[in-house]
């Protein structure tokens, strides 16, 4: 189902006025984490005025260590409805266990499947019958037959709304958190009919290089970005303030991107 043998036409995702893989760039833009309702609506309201069309946050959050701040959860799926209906935007967030697929796709317009959970098939069987989009990750060391494989579960599972996400892969490089295999981007559209996306941010884990992959996945062909933007990325409650654009620098790219490619 996922292989473009069979389904020689692009995929394309309609949500509201918003057409994923529609030949016009989707930014999906946000902090990694959802943390207070002021926090996700100032974040709602710069991610629209530069033009893009979601809102990413995660109320679930995947982390390394069990200390770790793991999300606000479902107050958080709350928080971030709320902004993306007041702003205009759609909005993306992460499910982590089958038992919350029903609370997240209830709250949000678009579910992320993150890199570590790209193999937990019991979680993608239950997206097949969600009623939402998905964003499927690629795990940080899968193949790109790997991904299409966990891709086709969702698929068979009899959800056609499939986006596939470039986010790096490991290497034996430590100076980016994670080598962003752009090459992914051209091979996965050859092979297969669904959306791809890129995720500069996770593909990098470096602010200062997520402004030039961004363009390079476009120019590689990507149907749409995920970015990750904070009002105060020093004081994030992830990690991941490291990688996350000041709002000027995201509005700076979009108007960069507007020169590449139509956005929606
Ligand atoms: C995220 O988008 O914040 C995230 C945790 O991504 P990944 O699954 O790619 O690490
Ligand atoms: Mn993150």
């Known amino acids: 189902l996922a292989s473009r043998d069979f389904h020689p036409e692009n995929t394309v995702i309609s949500i509201g006025d918003v057409k994923i893989g529609g030949g016009e760039l989707v930014v999906m833009g946000g902090p990694c984490a959802v943390e207070t309702p002021e926090q996700i609506d100032e974040i709602a309201r710069l991610v629209k005025a530069a033009g893009g069309q979601v809102l990413r946050g995660g109320a679930f959050k995947p982390r390394t260590g069990p200390y770790s701040f793991q999300g606000v959860g479902v107050e958080g799926l709350i928080m971030m409805a709320e902004a993306g209906k007041k702003h205009g935007l759609l909005t993306i967030t992460e499910v982590m266990t089958p038992e919350y697929v029903d609370v997240c796709a209830e709250y949000a317009d678009i579910l992320q499947i993150g890199t570590r959970n790209m193999q937990n098939f019991d979680l993608l069987r239950k997206l097949g019958s969600c ?39 490991r290497t034996f490089e430590t100076y980016t958190r994670n080598t962003l295999d752009l090459s992914a981007i051209p091979v996965l559209q050859q092979l297969s ?72």
């Not at 996945?217 to 990690?239: C, K, Q, R, W, Y």
């Open 193 to 264: 009919h669904l959306p791809v996306i890129s995720d500069p941010s996770h593909g990098t884990g470096r602010r200062e290089l997520v402004e030039p992959m961004a363009k390079a996945s476009v120019a590689a062909g990507a149907d749409g970005l995920i970015i990750e933007m904070h009002t105060d990325p020093d004081n994030s409650m992830t990690g991941d303030g490291v990688q996350s654009l000041f709002p000027d620098q995201f509005a700076g790219l979009l108007q960069d991107l507007e020169k590449l490619a139509p956005i929606v």
């Open 131 to 169: 009623g939402r989009p998905v964003l499927l990750k690629r795990g940080f060391s899968a193949t790109y037959d790997e991904l299409l494989n966990a891709a086709e579960y969702i698929l068979a599972g009899g959800n056609p709304d499939v986006m596939l996400c470039e986010r790096g892969i």
